[in-house]
């Protein structure tokens, strides 16, 4: 099982970036994913999540509105489109991927893109 996350980068206030994940080792269209991050000094928190039945999203109140999380199963990848960018956007992104294998619960993560906002 494999999640590469792509596209973390430097970027000015006010900018954009798109993140990538692509999954590999797992039925990826049957599971749910997710984006989260992690700042320095802080536990990981959720940042958007798209349910593998029907696409629903559901996004932290601190991204709603700039940040659209998507998914492509023919391609088993899942983005994080990021606009209006702020320095408190700054930490390191995951990707998670969460669903049942072989009758369990499995949860697989990323190894994480670095996202700095600063000018």
């Known amino acids: 099982v494999q999640l590469v996350e792509s596209g973390g980068a430097l970027v000015q206030p006010g900018g954009s970036l798109r993140l990538s994940c692509v999954a590999s080792?797992?039925?990826?269209?049957?599971?749910?994913m997710s984006w989260y991050r992690q700042a320095p000094g802080k536990e990981r928190e959720l940042v958007a999540a798209?349910?593998?039945?029907?696409?629903?999203?559901n996004y932290a109140d601190s991204v709603k509105g700039r940040f659209t999380i998507s998914r492509d199963n023919a391609k088993n990848t899942v983005r994080l489109q990021m606009n209006s960018l702020k320095p408190e956007d700054t930490a390191v992104y995951y990707c998670?991927?969460?669903?049942?294998?072989?009758?369990?619960?499995?949860?697989?993560w990323g190894q994480g893109t670095q996202v700095t906002v600063s000018s």
């Open positions: 998670n991927g969460r669903g049942i294998t072989a009758g369990m619960l499995r949860s697989y």
């Open positions: 080792g797992f039925t990826f269209s049957s599971y749910a």
């Open positions: 798209i349910t593998s039945a029907d696409g629903t999203t």
